[in-house]
């Protein structure tokens, strides 16, 4: 029953792995394609609001010049000037002398004069706007005209819209916001819907989707009109399929490379007692040694063991199987392992120093089970080793779990193993309780010798735990030495023992003995020197 509510799990966690990713790609077609029809979209309202402030500025220039040369109205010389403004003005069909709403004379000649009627709208700069029929100007559509004090520019709105757009449909239109569609000044495609026009206040441009639109606005605050440019949203789906083709089989591979790899884990995970079983069964874990020097003289005193497994497919490191071989109970069985692999190698170092000291770490439940302490004298036994000679690491976790452990800790003090925390302060007690542990060692974490900077910014915490263990008495080695500056600084804070690459990684037993061989030698030649 329980097995089966896993399998459910496990294929539910797996559809999940596998759809997210694939969600996550449709989510950024949609979303890219999106933001490139905005951008276009929005790139076709500032054309038009770039062209618009031309214009003004046209005729802003084209007024001036007409009143500080203060011709006579219509005068020969007058219609030249204004020739000339219409030639310099790239939007201006023509320029134009206006009295009263009426035409007097254009840049083309002195005709009839026109009377334009009531201006269509007056924006904010005193520009009044009117519309001449088409029939009027033998155009095919209405011509705008734009009047400042005496001086009027008839304006093509369909060349103003001539605007270059990816798509022919896109709508274009420059309106009076506060008017609505009556105030729509240039517009090409009928579509200006009024919910277009309410834009946020204080906001220079938006963009929105709307009845089938995505509407780009841009205000002209100057002349009181906006902008608008709409481009229909079948072209945001059509863009969709393009990203779509690309970003969706991407979303199925990463969906299917993370499905795969949770079911794997999934996999090994509950198959891992038996692998770990048939491991040990066939000796594939094996141990290395991390040498332990003293500061002071660089001299190796003794070396961490650190176990590995080695499987046909990899090399797998502790920091993956230890705590999965405690969540299932056989941590022991490599405990188990490690002791024998190690008693049967102690000897060759003691044999070079008998003052070697090993250190062996433990696991929360191995401290738990009255057991070790059989297995610890068995030890002793076997390497002929002398509880001086050995080290016991139990991380902070295992201090703190349960009653039992400090007794078997008790214990192992009691027969003369050394007892040392390890992985301090990476956990949840405080600096405090340390002087409550039954402790002779801190091992002082890489997290903490990793804040040592050559320039001297190094972690407080650093300088409080040193302080803490020589309060306390503690001897101390510092973890995951790398550099010789973090080895001066502990040096020079009264830091004794040291491990970490600086001084060697985790090595087999030859090429240890033959480092711990070349030391004695050394030591031997000094000494009879
Ligand atoms: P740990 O006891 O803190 O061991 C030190 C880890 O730091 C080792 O990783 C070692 O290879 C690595 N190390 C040493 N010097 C340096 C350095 O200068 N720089 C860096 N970056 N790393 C350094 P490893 O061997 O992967 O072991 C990981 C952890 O697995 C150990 O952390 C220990 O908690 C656990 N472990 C290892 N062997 C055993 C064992 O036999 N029994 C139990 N219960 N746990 C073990
Ligand atoms: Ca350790
Ligand atoms: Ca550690």
């Known amino acids: 029953m329980l097995n089966q509510s896993r399998v459910g799990v496990v294929s539910t966690m797996t559809m999940v792995a596998f759809l997210v990713p694939v969600l996550a790609s449709v989510y950024l077609s949609w979303r890219e394609s999106y933001a490139r029809e905005k951008s276009l979209t929005l790139g076709y309202a500032q054309n038009l609001e770039r ?81 001449i029929p088409g029939r009027q100007t033998k155009t095919p559509h209405p011509l705008k005209v734009f009047a400042e004090g005496k001086f009027a520019a008839i304006v093509d709105p369909n060349l103003v819209l001539d605007i270059a757009t990816e798509s022919p449909d896109v709508e274009l239109a420059v309106v009076d916001s506060s008017s609505g569609k009556s105030g729509r000044v240039a517009a090409l495609g009928p579509a200006v819907s009024s919910d277009w026009l309410d834009m946020p206040a204080h906001t220079a441009q938006s963009t929105i989707l709307n009845a089938g639109y995505l509407v780009s606005r841009v205000r002209l605050p100057q002349w009181h009109l906006l902008v608008i440019a709409a481009t229909p949203q079948g072209y945001i789906d059509r863009r969709i399929g393009r990203f779509a083709v690309f970003l969706i089989p991407l979303g199925a591979l990463c969906g299917g490379v993370l499905a795969l790899t949770l079911w794997l884990m999934a996999r090994i995970h509950s198959s891992f007692p038996t692998m770990l079983r048939r491991a040990i069964r066939e000796e594939s874990f094996y141990v290395l040694y991390q040498p332990v020097i003293e500061l002071v003289t660089l001299r190796v005193i003794g070396a961490e063991v650190l176990v590995r497994w080695r499987t046909s497919y990899a090399e797998m490191r502790p920091d993956f199987f230890i705590p999965q071989a405690e969540q299932c109970g056989l941590i022991q069985l490599i405990t188990e392992r490690v002791l024998d692999l190690v008693a049967h190698d102690l000897p060759r170092f003691l044999r070079i120093d008998p003052r070697f000291r090993i250190a062996i770490n433990l696991s929360a439940s191995d401290l738990q089970d009255v057991r070790l302490l059989d297995a610890m004298d068995r030890f002793l036994e076997i390497s002929g080793a002398s509880p001086e000679n050995v080290e016991l690491e139990a991380t902070e976790r295992a201090f703190l779990e349960s009653p039992s452990t400090a007794k078997t800790i008790g214990a192992l003090r009691a027969k003369g193993f050394s007892v040392a925390i390890d992985d301090f302060g990476t956990g949840y007690s405080s600096l405090a309780c340390l002087q409550t542990l039954p402790l002779d060692t801190l091992k002082i974490d890489r997290a903490f010798v990793d804040t040592i900077h050559a320039g001297g910014t190094t972690s407080h915490v650093v300088e409080h735990i040193i302080e803490m263990a020589h309060e306390l008495d503690l001897e101390m080695v510092a973890e995951g030495v790398e550099t010789e500056p973090q080895a001066q600084y502990l040096l020079e804070h009264g830091v004794r023992l040291a491990q970490g690459w600086q001084f060697g990684r985790p090595m087999e037993l030859e090429p240890l003995c033959q480092r711990l061989q070349l030391q004695a030698s050394a030591e031997a030649a000094m000494l009879f020197a």
């Open 51 to 131: 062209r618009m402030d031309e214009i003004s500025g046209q005729l802003e220039e084209g007024a001036d010049t007409l009143q500080a040369d203060g011709l006579a109205p219509c005068s020969p010389q007058e219609v030249k000037l204004m020739r000339q403004i219409d030639l310099g003005s790239s939007y201006i069909k023509a320029a134009a002398r206006i009295e009263r709403s009426t035409l007097l004379c254009t840049s083309q000649g002195v005709t009839n004069p026109v009377s334009l009627g009531k201006p269509e709208l007056a924006t904010g700069l005193d520009v009044s706007e009117y519309s």
